[in-house]
C-alpha cells in the first residue's frame, strides 16, 4: 500500500489553477488591439433617435502582425452583456496594420425605441483574438436642442447658450451644449443628425482637414443651422478653416471698432417676459461702446441687428439651412447682466424639423416620420387577399362540383359528363384564382418607395434626401440591397430581425446590406439619407394689397407637376407644371387656413392612396382629425413651414410639391413590383411684405411658456388645454404672435380681434381670463374675464366686441413684432379648440 502524501491535493490544485489562468495570460499575449470609443463631443455620445449617430472608435495595433478586421456596433439584450438583440451589425472593414493606428466613424441607425445603455462596439479581427467590446453611454437629446459647441480654445460663451432655449410653435424647449472634439468631428453630414446647431468661435487654422469641413458645409445645406461668433480678436475669422462659411467680408483698416449694441433690442427687448428658469426681465442693455468686428455683408446675406454699415447680426441661406454671424462676444459683460439675452439668442435657434415625443404625449399635428411611415405601409395593394373574399370563392366552388353539380347533371341525364364537368369548373375556379392573385399581388415582392427632398434655395448647395423604403415579402427568405456612394442606409428594425446575423455594410463606395429576415407576407422597412445636387429653386414673391406677387423659377433637375406655396398667412396652389429652366408668375390671393379648404396640389396626391391612416404619435393613439388623410398633410407640412426661421419683414414660405416617382435609392437583390412611389419636394422661401396695410386672418400664436398645461388641438398652432390638478395653483399658458420687423422698417397692429372658441363654459365660481404684455409699462394688463366675454352668431367670443371699447394695438411691440398674450385659469380643465388673432398688420413705407 502506497504511503500517504498529505501535500498531493494541493499539487493538484495549484496545477488546476494554473491550467485555468494560462487562457488568460494567453489572451493577454496575443490580444494586441486595443478599441476606445467616443462620440464627437467626447467619451459620451448624444443621439436623437430615428437618426443616425456617429460612433468614433479608435483601433490601436500594438503586435506585429497585421490585424485586419471588422469594427462592429449593435444593440444588445441587456446592459453590459455582448449579445446582440436585433442581429443586426453595422460594419466597417478595417485594415490594421503592425504598430498601426486609426480612427475610423460608424454611422449607427438609432431606432424609434432605443434604449439609452445597451450600445455595444466591438472589432473582430480576421486572426489572433478580439479586445474586449466597449460599452458606451448614450444620452439622448430629444427634448431638447442640442448645441455642438467648436472652438480650439475654451468656449467663453457657454454661459450664454446654456440659458437659451429654442422658442417652439408651441413650447420654449431647452438647451443643451457639448463641446465638440475637433479631430473627432465627422467626415460625413450625416455625422451631425445628432446635432441641432452648431456654434463655432475661434478655431484655429489647421484645426479641420477638408473632409470634416466638407462634411460641416453639407450638413448646412441640408437644413443645418451654423452660428459663428466673434471672440474680438482681430484677424480670427479671416484665417479660420471655416472662413467661405462666413456670411461677411472684412472692412479695409482697423478689424474692430467700439460700437453700441442698443440695436440688438429690436430682436430682443429688456423687457420681454421670460420663461420661469429663465428668470425675471432682466436689467435692460447697457448703452457701452463694445469692440465689434469692422465687416460688410455678403451677397445675399441679410442684416438682423444693426446697419449694412455697422452690421452687429448677419444672416444668410446656405441651401435649406442658415448661418449666422455675430459681430459681437455674447460673453462679454455688456450682454450678461441684460434680461434679454436669452431672447436674442432664442430668436437666432432654429426648431428642429421634426420633434419626437413620447407616446403619451400629445401631437396637436403629426410629425412628417408618421407621413413616411404611413405612406410606405398603408397601401392596400400590400395586404392578403382577405377571407372574406376566398371563403365565398371556395364554397361556391365546393356547391358548384358536388350537389349543385349532381342535380343537374341528373335532371338532365347527363351524369356520365360528371367528371368533365367538374375538371371544367375546377380548371375555370382555378383560373379565377389565378387572376385574382395577379391582380391583387403578384408572385413578385413588393416594393414603395417614398422620399423627401429639402431642395436647395440657393445656387451650387447640395439637397438632402430622405428616403423611406417598404419591401413586402411573398415569401420566407433574406433581403438584400445596395444604395448609391457616399449613401447611409438602415433598417427599421421593431423587432429582432432573424436569428442569423444581418449586416449594414458602410464603404463609402458600395454601400449595402444583407441578411435581413423576411417572412411571408411579411414588410420590412429600410432608410436612406444621402446628400445630393438636384439644382434649386429661386423665388422672389411678395405681399402687396392682398395679393401675393412674384416668380418662382425651377434652376432644378426636377419636374414639378405643380407647387402649392405655405405661408404663415394662408397657402396659393399653382398648378402649372414647372419644367426645369421655366419660370411661373405668381399672382393670386392667399386662402385661409381651414379645415374645409385644403390645398389640392399639398393633399390630393395621397388623398386616393393612403386608404387608412395609422396613428404612429399622439396620446393614446387618437385620431384628431376623424380620418381625414388630407387634413392630415396638410398639418405635417404646415408644422414644417412654422418651424423656419421668420425672416426679416416678411413671411415664413414653404414652396410643395409631389413627384411621382422617388430619385434612386435602395436597390433590393431579388425583383419586385414597384407598388407605389412617391416624393415630397419641400423648398424654404421667403414673402416680402410691401409698405402699407394688411389683411390678417386665421394667424395663430407660438407658445411662448407656461404653467401646468399641454397641446392638444384638431389643427396646428391651436392653442393648447390648460389643467390645474389640485394643489398646483392656477394654470397659464403665453402665447406669442410675431413678424420680425425689419432693420430699419417698424410695424403697428390696427383693428386686431382676438376670436377663441371653448369646448365647455368656465365654471362659475372658477378665474378664467385673458392678460397682455404690455412692452411700454413692462406689466400685465388684464383685457377680459372669459364668463363675460361676448358669443358671436358663429358660436365663437370675440375681443373687443364689435364696437366696443378696448384694442389690442398698445400691447404691439413694434420693435420686435410681437403681441404676448397670457391665458389664466383655476379650472380643472380648459380646452380652447380655436384661438386666432385678425385685424390689420401695417408695416411702414419703404
Known sequence: MPTPRPWAPALLALALLAGAAAPSRAQEEVSAVTLTVSGIGGPELRAKRRRFLAVNATLENRGAVAADGVLRVYLTQGKDDPRPYHNL??????????????????????????????????????????????????????????????????????????????FEPRAARPVSLSHGVLELLPRHPMGY???????????????LDRQQVAALEAWVSGGGTLLLLSTGRAGERDVSPLRDLYPVVSLPGQPLAPRSLKPLERLAPALTPLPQRVGGAGAPLAA???????????????????????????????????????????????????????WLLASLLPSPDDVVLPSEEVRPAPPLEELLRNLSEAIESLTPPSVFLIAPLILGYVILVGPVGYVVLSRRKLLRWGLAVGSAVSCAFALGFLALSWAHKSDQAVTTQIGVIDLSATEGDPSRLDLLSGHFSTERGLIAATAPEESLLAPIALQQTSSRDARVHQDPQAPGLDGVASATWSLRRFRLRRMQDFGFLEADLELRDGLLRGTLRNNSDLTLPGVALLTDFGWLDLPKQLEPGAVCEVNG????????????????????????????????????????????????????????????????????????????????????????????????????????????????????GGVNWYSASDGIGSPPVLEAPEGK????????????????????????????????????????????????RGTWQPLVDLKKAVRTQSGDFVWPEPGGLGSLAPFFDPTSGQLILRVQSSADTLVFPKLELEGGLVVDPE
Open 589 to 704: 390671393t392667399l386662402t385661409h387656413y381651414s379645415p374645409q379648404r385644403i390645398s389640392r396640389l399639398l393633399a390630393g396626391e395621397v388623398r386616393g392612396q393612403g386608404k387608412r391612416y395609422s396613428v404612429h404619435y399622439g396620446k393614446g393613439s387618437g385620431d384628431s382629425y376623424g380620418g381625414n388623410v388630407s387634413q392630415r398633410v396638410e398639418a405635417t407640412v404646415r408644422e414644417r413651414m412654422e418651424r423656419l426661421i421668420a425672416p426679416q419683414l416678411g413671411l415664413r414660405c414653404l414652396v410643395v410639391s409631389w413627384l411621382h416617382e422617388a430619385p434612386p435609392g435602395i436597390r433590393f437583390g431579388a425583383e419586385g413590383d414597384a407598388a407605389f412611389e412617391r416624393t415630397l419636394v419641400l423648398c424654404p422661401a421667403e414673402v416680402r411684405l410691401a409698405g402699407g396695410a394688411h389683411r390678417v386672418q386665421n394667424w395663430t400664436p407660438r407658445v411662448a
Open 729 to 776: 395653483g392656477t394654470s397659464y399658458v403665453d402665447l406669442c404672435w410675431r413678424i420680425v420687423p425689419g432693420a430699419e422698417r417698424g410695424l403697428a397692429l390696427k383693428n386686431a380681434t382676438l376670436r377663441w372658441r371653448l369646448t365647455e363654459e368656465p365654471f362659475e365660481d372658477k378665474v378664467s381670463s385673458f392678460s397682455a404684455w404690455d412692452p411700454r
Open 193 to 207: 443628425e445628432s446635432v441641432d446647431v452648431v456654434v463655432a468661435s475661434d478655431v484655429e487654422p489647421e484645426a
Open 89 to 166: 451589425y453595422y460594419e466597417l472593414a478595417v485594415p490594421l496594420p503592425p504598430g498601426g493606428r486609426r480612427r475610423e466613424t460608424v454611422y449607427y441607425y438609432c431606432q424609434e425605441d432605443e434604449p439609452e445603455d445597451r450600445l455595444c462596439v466591438s472589432y473582430q479581427p480576421d486572426e489572433g483574438l478580439a479586445p474586449p467590446p466597449v460599452f458606451p453611454q448614450v444620452a439622448f437629446q430629444d427634448e431638447s436642442l442640442h448645441l455642438l459647441a467648436v472652438s480650439s480654445h475654451d468656449f467663453a460663451a457657454g454661459r450664454a447658450l446654456r440659458e437659451a432655449f429654442c
Open 288 to 342: 457701452e461702446l463694445v469692440p465689434v468686428e469692422r465687416v460688410k455683408p455678403r451677397t445675399g446675406a441679410e442684416v438682423l441687428a444693426g446697419d449694412a454699415q455697422t452690421p452687429l447680426i448677419v444672416r444668410q441661406r446656405r441651401g435649406t439651412g442658415t448661418v449666422q454671424f455675430l459681430a459681437f462676444s455674447v460673453a462679454g459683460r455688456a450682454l450678461s447682466e441684460w434680461g434679454g439675452r436669452a
